[in-house]
């Protein structure tokens, strides 16, 4: 049987849905490059509607599909080997899987009876190159990034070399998939429509919870400024966008690159507001106040900790200073700042995580969340977790999450105080009433009064509801 048509998807697992949805990129890259193949391709993103894997597969039976793409991370391992096989039973159809897990611990699925195909890298060049392949009867011994079986047996082909032009790979396909579906948390967004995109990927830096540089190689890609450009105008005059969000791995690692986009985009007043992710030492005063300019109104740092120790331990390669000079510096040129950081860090105990939370609050960042540290497959973390370093963690895959406790750090008595501890930033952060103040003054709009609703509402019922079923230990 020939393959021509293409049936790609995305699932959901417990904690991912926070109060984001967005669409899927790389099931979407993958589209578009199948279709100048002339494919036929279908997304079904679990995610979006909250599919059960039974509506997933009576909804894929409409489009009659000759193979399976999943997109599976690695707190979405078990439910994907469950979906493919139920897929099995149902169609029998060659399966194949990409993302994250894939790329990170290929053998584990390759092992499992429902899988065909691993792809173990970028698939815009490997996926067409393998179904043109299987559909000539050719060989598959030749085609990177591919792990596959024939008559029992296991074979690994070598990985791809990473794709150097990234300016080749056409637009994502946002047409395959129904935008409307989508939704973005409250203060998230100024305007809306707003899409996602992605201007490079990979990142110079080793931070030791990341697996990143496990998937790239340490690498930093970037398209051209050209190119970006390029799409954002497309997504104003066929989407109507009036935001886009940045999701690269680090939006600012080249400077040079990032003082010329603002210089396009204000050269060819673009109306368009944006946010991205930087890492504090790749800002200064000047170039914030140009990104101001040019229409960036928020930027989300990973700033993780503010404790020198705790940071180091993680290979952060920044200081506290730097974070302190980056949220004086992006207040000062009117940019919002979302903080990312991590409780249970190694070296961490209930008391250092309360002093670093009290300076959190100091520093009074626009937004802030809270994760949990996570030792994912892949990082240096995990492998020295599972040397007996830091402390104790669960093999569970899906609770693999950074919403879910799974790692105990030494210095921490039991995961349940880690818990309370992360409800416990949540409050004390959130509830101050200096920080509820400045949020009211900030409202300027019906639109604000919606979002600030909505926001607190969130907090209250994922982040701050569940304590008062937990022994409180902090």
Request: glycine share 6%; proline share 5%.
């Amino acid at each position: 049987m020939q393959i021509k048509n293409v049936l790609l998807v995305n699932l959901w697992n417990v904690g991912e849905k926070v109060g984001t949805v967005l669409p899927p990129l790389g099931l979407m890259y993958l589209g578009s490059v199948l279709e100048e193949n002339d494919y036929k391709v279908k997304i079904i993103d679990g995610g979006a509607f909250d599919y059960s894997d039974e509506e997933i597969i009576s909804e894929s039976k409409k489009f009659n599909p000759h193979i399976l793409g999943v997109y599976c991370n690695t707190s979405g391992f078990k439910r994907v080997m469950g979906l493919c096989r139920k897929f099995k039973r149902v169609m029998n159809i060659p399966t194949i899987i990409g993302g994250p897990h894939a790329i990170i611990q290929p053998e584990e699925i390759i092992v499992n009876d429902c899988v065909d195909y691993v792809a173990t890298g970028e698939g815009e060049i490997t996926l067409p190159e393998l179904l043109y392949a299987l559909n000539n009867h050719r060989p598959l011994k030749n085609i990177l990034g591919v792990y596959y079986k024939r008559w029992g047996k296991i074979h690994k082909n070598p990985r791809r070399p990473f794709i150097e032009n990234l300016d080749s790979i056409p637009f994502p396909a946002r047409h395959l998939v129904e935008m409307d579906k989508y939704y973005i948390a409250p203060h998230h967004y100024k305007r809306k429509p707003i899409a996602n995109m992605i201007a490079s990927r990979g990142c110079p830096y080793s931070c030791s919870f990341c697996s990143s540089s496990k998937m790239w190689g340490h690498r930093y890609r970037v398209r051209s400024v050209e190119n970006v450009i390029e799409e954002i105008k497309f997504l104003i005059k066929e989407h109507g966008v009036k935001e886009v969000g940045f999701w690269d791995d680090l939006f600012g690692a080249n400077k040079e690159w990032v003082h010329k986009f603002c210089d396009q985009l204000i050269k060819e007043k673009i109306n368009i507001t944006w946010y991205c992710e930087f890492r504090v030492n790749c800002v200064d005063p000047d170039l914030l106040k140009k990104m101001k300019k040019a229409g960036c109104w928020c930027i989300l740092y990973g700033f993780e900790s503010m404790n020198q120790l705790l940071l180091d331990s993680i290979n952060k390669r920044c200081t506290v200073q730097q974070i302190r000079n980056a949220i004086k510096w992006s207040k000062e040129a009117g940019i919002e700042i979302r903080a990312n950081y991590i409780l249970g860090l190694p070296n961490e105990t209930p008391e250092i995580a309360k002093a670093v939370i009290k300076e959190i609050c100091k520093a009074n960042p626009s937004f802030v969340k809270f994760t949990l540290l996570t030792p994912f497959p892949g990082t240096q973390l995990y492998d020295d977790v599972k040397a007996g370093k830091w402390g104790n963690m669960l093999d569970e895959s899906d609770k693999l999450t950074n919403h879910i406790a799974n790692f105990k750090p030494y210095g921490y008595e039991s995961l349940e105080q880690l818990e309370s501890i992360y409800h416990y930033a949540y409050m004390k952060f959130y509830f101050r009433p200096k920080y509820i103040a400045s949020r009211l003054f900030s409202i300027r709009s019906v639109d604000d009064i919606k979002k600030t609703i909505h926001g607190a509402g969130i907090i209250v019922k994922k982040y701050i509801f569940d304590k008062f079923s937990k022994t409180i230990t902090v």
